[in-house]
């Protein structure tokens, strides 16, 4: 049941399953069509112009054969403790120059290395790909074999299924790709935002209506079960179904059958339903709000949409895809067309919009180097990461000591003091960004700019002039929050 088909963390998966191996991943080369193509490092990978032979899961390899790439070969040593040390000429390891040892941690967690400003690689720790059918999904890293295997085991099935994940990750590509492998693949796909649904006229929405039910109902509406009749019905932001439609999608789904407003009679309808989310499930159920009846119904089965931070290997992959979209082929120079320190500023920033956040990103590079080359300073202008200012500067080859040994109060006074800026935050606490944010996340003195309201954002806009470092220390949020959730209320 639902243990059999929720996509499973690293740590659930049975014993027999393969296990992670220090792995090297093309994340940018001139050649879009060689990003994402790796090798196996074993214990010692020399890495040229001329080899070793990098290629896609089950397919024929080749080196990496960009001319401004050293035919010399830099060295990938793997020590006993699970790190490396990586030695050659035109390299940077985490920004840096020259020669380097990372940690076993920092493999875990994904080492860009730089080659003469063209390549940039990414030396991880993933289990062996696998082949795989082409998909509408794009990427090739583990956390996307593995959404991919649970796709084609629930497309075989017609029972509801429950997409979480969080905002920008693709839950809607998902779910189409549930559609697309099912035996319904002909059949209607239809989606539908249930948070704009009004709870007056939800229901009328959801299964139709006929002629003369209420007042203005001059003609019978099939409603969406109906369009999606031999298809799949997508029921996004499940969450924020009205308490009083719930009860009649119980039934459409226990019975198979929906009751039109005032209908006589109930109609069959064949339609599989996949519900979505971006709220915490536990929390969701918590809050009480939503039937447990129906949460159970409809997350038989669940999918976990990994966010962009958790599939780094996949970011030059996704890059390339948009920049295709937008350009074809790069143009061609004397100059590398996207410096490879924009993509590192890539692999290491949290994209917080996942892969909507990197998709309008690669919009705006695309719009830039239309005719010609990017400077790093105009990619980091484009790219509009916040913390990529310094993206070009040199990575210590050491990560900062981590620590949350620090109070509520000492956060909230360091966040101020640094404007609610949190890459400046987190270097002067000493600790990830990562563990930032989770700590902001727990403080209960600290909003999140997601719970801002329209007005609130407007009056501080005039009181400001529009200037957003003083509108988010104003609000006491981060300056890429605010602008996030201006975009999302479609402020300018």
Same mark, same amino acid.
């Given at each position: 049941m639902a243990g059999d088909t929720t996509l499973r963390t690293p740590a659930d998966r049975p014993s027999g399953v393969a296990a992670r191996v220090p792995w090297l991943t093309i994340l940018w080369h001139p050649r879009l069509e060689r990003i994402g193509e790796g090798c196996a490092v074993g214990d010692r990978l020399r890495v040229s112009r001329l080899e070793p032979e990098l290629g896609p899961p089950g397919g024929p390899g080749e080196p990496l054969g960009e001319p401004h790439v050293s035919r010399t070969p830099i060295s990938i040593e793997m020590q006993p403790d699970g790190g490396a040390r990586i030695a050659g000429a035109d390299l940077l390891v985490r920004g840096m120059p020259g020669a380097a040892v990372v940690t076993a941690a920092q493999i875990d967690a994904g080492v860009v290395l730089e080659l003469a400003g063209w390549v940039a690689l990414l030396l991880h720790r993933r289990r062996p790909p696998v082949k795989q059918r082409p998909s509408a999904i794009v990427g090739g890293g583990e956390a996307i074999d593995d959404l991919? !295997? !649970? @796709?084609?085991? =629930?497309? !075989? @099935? &017609? *029972?509801? %299924? =429950? %997409?979480? /994940?969080? &905002? /920008? !990750? /693709?839950?809607?590509? %998902?779910? $189409?790709? =549930?559609? *697309?492998?099912?035996? $319904?693949a002909k059949g209607p796909f239809v989606a539908v935002n249930m948070a704009t649904l009004a709870p007056g006229t939800a229901a009328a929405q959801l299964f139709g209506h006929v002629k003369g039910a209420f007042t203005g109902a001059d003609r019978a509406v099939a409603g969406l079960f109906a369009q999606a009749d031999g298809g799949t019905l997508l029921l996004d932001e499940i969450f924020d179904t009205p308490a009083d439609v719930q009860p009649m999608l119980l039934r459409a789904l226990d019975a198979g059958e929906i009751l039109p407003l005032g209908a006589d009679a109930p109609r069959t309808i064949d339609v599989r339903v996949i519900a979505a989310t971006d709220a915490d499930l536990d929390a969701a159920q918590a809050r009480g709000a939503f039937r447990p009846q129906l949460f159970h119904r409809l997350a038989v089965h669940r999918l976990v949409v990994p966010p962009l931070r958790a599939r780094i290997d996949d970011v030059g992959r996704l890059l390339a895809s948009f920049i295709r979209r937008e350009l074809g082929e790069l143009p061609a120079g004397s100059t590398p067309w996207l410096p490879t320190a924009a993509v590192r500023a890539c692999a290491t920033y949290t994209w917080p919009g996942n892969v909507r956040e990197l998709d309008a990103a690669a919009r705006r590079l695309a719009l830039v180097g239309r005719t010609g080359s990017i400077t790093l300073a105009d990619a980091l202008t484009a790219l509009d990461l916040e913390g990529a200012d310094d993206a070009g500067a040199p990575v210590p080859d050491a990560a900062p000591p981590l620590s949350t040994d620090f109070d509520d109060a000492r956060l909230v006074a360091t966040l101020a003091a640094h404007r609610w800026q949190p890459t400046a935050t987190a270097r002067a606490l000493g600790v990830s960004k990562t563990t930032l944010y989770a700590r902001m996340d727990a403080c209960p003195q600290i909003r999140k700019a997601r719970d801002l309201e329209r007005a609130e954002i407007e009056a501080t806009g005039q009181v400001t002039a529009g200037d957003l470092d003083a509108m988010s220390a104003l609000l006491r949020v981060s300056r890429r929050g605010l602008q996030l959730r201006m975009r999302e209320l479609g402020l300018p």
């Open positions: 991919r !295997a !649970a @796709i084609a085991r =629930l497309a !075989a @099935i &017609t *029972d509801p %299924v =429950l %997409v979480a /994940g969080e &905002t /920008g !990750a /693709g839950k809607e590509r %998902v779910s $189409r790709a =549930l559609h *697309d492998e099912s035996s $319904r």
